[in-house]
């Protein structure tokens, strides 16, 4: 018998998202801000950031049908459909998170360069 489908992604997901690429701008922050237009611009990194996930969380809040968004563990265990197939909940955040973390690990290493040279 089949597993049923989860209809939504958990607001844990984005709670996710949000950390790493707020981990990814302090690094920047951290390892490269120095003078004025490095700091500026990534001022106005974050600011893209910002809004990029303040219009989902508007979406979040003015939601009418919060039943429909699963918990994380709900999630976790049931996993969810994709266009190619069934994936696990833990695949699917390590999906969502892979490319972001290492950009931020990536940032680090050049941010490191950068502070030693």
């Known amino acids: ?18 950390a790493v690429y707020v981990g990814l701008m302090a690094v920047f922050a951290v390892t490269m801000a120095g003078d004025g237009i490095t700091s500026f611009v990534i001022l106005i990194g974050a600011f893209y950031l910002f809004m990029f996930f303040a219009v ?6 003015v939601e009418q049908d919060t039943a429909r968004r699963p918990s994380l563990a709900e999630f976790l265990e ?7 197939g069934r994936i696990s909940g833990g695949g699917a955040l390590v999906q969502m998170l892979m490319v972001p973390f290492l950009l931020m ?9 950068y502070l030693l040279s």
Not at 105 to 113: N, R
């Open 78 to 84: 049931t996993g969810i459909d994709t266009a190619t």
């Open 105 to 113: 690990l990536a940032i680090v290493a050049m941010g490191l360069t």
């Open 56 to 61: 989902p969380a508007v979406f979040l809040v």
């Open 1 to 18: 018998m089949p597993t049923p489908a989860v209809p939504d992604m958990p607001a844990a997901a984005g709670a996710f998202m949000i």
